[in-house]
Every structure is written in structure tokens, then in C-alpha cells.
């Protein structure tokens, strides 16, 4: 999938599973029961909707702190030209780490942020996003793809989690995206004439002579 993802986006979803926990409603003034979720963070590439790195968490996690490890990832395999997120992973370290793998981060600034005086990708993309607005959208609008690869997931394998355990609960997370990847190559190998070589079908090195051989 190399030669066809180039441009990637970010974001989590939740996951139920069949574990309550109780809080106290301060609104509401009593004690509630909800379900509990856990978080999965993904990259995607925008054109098939094939997940490139994942993370799994509990409900109350970060989501900026996922960024950096999905980009490094990712960009471990392929070559990453633009990443989009929501404005929930705006910030310069996030910035920095798109530009350091020679991509170019589209993440929209808050209305709070202040116009920036060093030169940067920060100040770069603060430009691009302040004073050609149409042209930011343009790129940041692929974010909504991996909005429809977590549907695609989600209708196909089941937003819910059955497993009671923390690991049974990951590995069921991380079950339901392999197989969702699985889907997305099989697609492609009929709607976009892919060929992928698999390791069984690379034939193996001649093994080299050891000492005691001779």
C-alpha cells in the first residue's frame, strides 16, 4: 500500500465493553452507572482507509500524547506527504514530528492562539491557516476518513468488546482492526489492480555453509 497512501489522519474512538463504573453526577446531584470504554487511537490512510498504527487505552486517556508514536510508525513504512487531526492534537511538539518525517501536519489553531513571531511550522501552518483558509480546509477535510474507517470497523466487526480483562480487551480491539485491514486489502487488490507479495511467497536465501559443513 506504500505506492498509494502518501496522506494519513488521526483520531480515537470508544470502544464499549461490558464493565460499568460509577461517578458522582455533580449535576444531577446523584451517584451513576454508565458503561465503560476503552479508547482506540488510529492512523489511517485517507485513500483506503487502511489503519497504519494503532494504540489502545482506557477512556480517560490523553489523545494528543498518541500522536508522535502513530507518526513515527507509520512513517516507519511509509512515506508520510500530509498528516490531518482535529484540534484536540494541536501542538508544537505534534507539529514538529510531522515535519520531521517531511510531511506537513494540517491541524487547525483554537481562536485563542496567538500569532506566532519565530519561523517555523508552527508559524508556517499558523499562516497557511489564518490568511488562506480555503486552501487549509482543503487538506484538513481528508481527516474525515478515518471518521469512516472507525464506521467501517465498527460496522462490519461491533462497537462493543466482550472481553472482561484488560488484555482480552486490547487484543479484541486490535482483532477487529487487523481484520479491518485485512477488508481493506482485499479491496484493493480487486479496485485497484494491488498484487501484494506475501513472505510465503518470497523465495527464501541460498543458507550459507557453516564452519563445521566443510
Known amino acids: 500500500m506504500k505506492a498509494i497512501e502518501t496522506d494519513f489522519a488521526v483520531d480515537s ?3 464499549s465493553t461490558c464493565r460499568y463504573v460509577r461517578w458522582f453526577n455533580k449535576k444531577y446531584g446523584r451517584e451513576t452507572d454508565n458503561r465503560e470504554w476503552v479508547k482506540v487511537h488510529l492512523m489511517c490512510g485517507v485513500n483506503t482507509r487502511i489503519v497504519t498504527a494503532v494504540d489502545v487505552s482506557g477512556w480517560a486517556a490523553n489523545d494528543t500524547t498518541y500522536f508522535i508514536p502513530l507518526v513515527e510508525r507509520t512513517a516507519a513504512h511509509f512515506g508520510i506527504r500530509e498528516v490531518s487531526a482535529d484540534k484536540a492534537y494541536l501542538s508544537r511538539k505534534n507539529l514538529n514530528a510531522v515535519e520531521s518525517v ?20 508552527w508559524a508556517k501552518m499558523y499562516h497557511l491557516f489564518a490568511y488562506e483558509r480555503e486552501a487549509f480546509m482543503e487538506h484538513y477535510h481528508k481527516r474525515s476518513n478515518i471518521e469512516t474507517a472507525f464506521s467501517m470497523i465498527k460496522g462490519k466487526f461491533g462497537s462493543a468488546l466482550r472481553s472482561k480483562s ?5 487484543n479484541e480491539a486490535l482483532c477487529k482492526i487487523l481484520a ?7 479491496q484493493a487488490m480487486h479496485a485497484l489492480n494491488v498484487h501484494p507479495i506475501f513472505s510465503a ?4 536465501a541460498p ?8
Open 13 to 15: 474512538s470508544g470502544f
Open 180 to 186: 479491518h485491514n485485512v477488508c481493506v486489502l482485499i
Open 102 to 121: 517531511g510531511g506537513m501536519p494540517f491541524v487547525p489553531f483554537k481562536s485563542n492562539t496567538l500569532e506566532p513571531t519565530k519561523a517555523g511550522m
Open 166 to 170: 484488560d488484555t482480552g480487551q486490547i
Open 207 to 214: 543458507k550459507m555453509a557453516s564452519r563445521g559443513d566443510f
Open 201 to 204: 511467497e518470497i523465495p527464501a
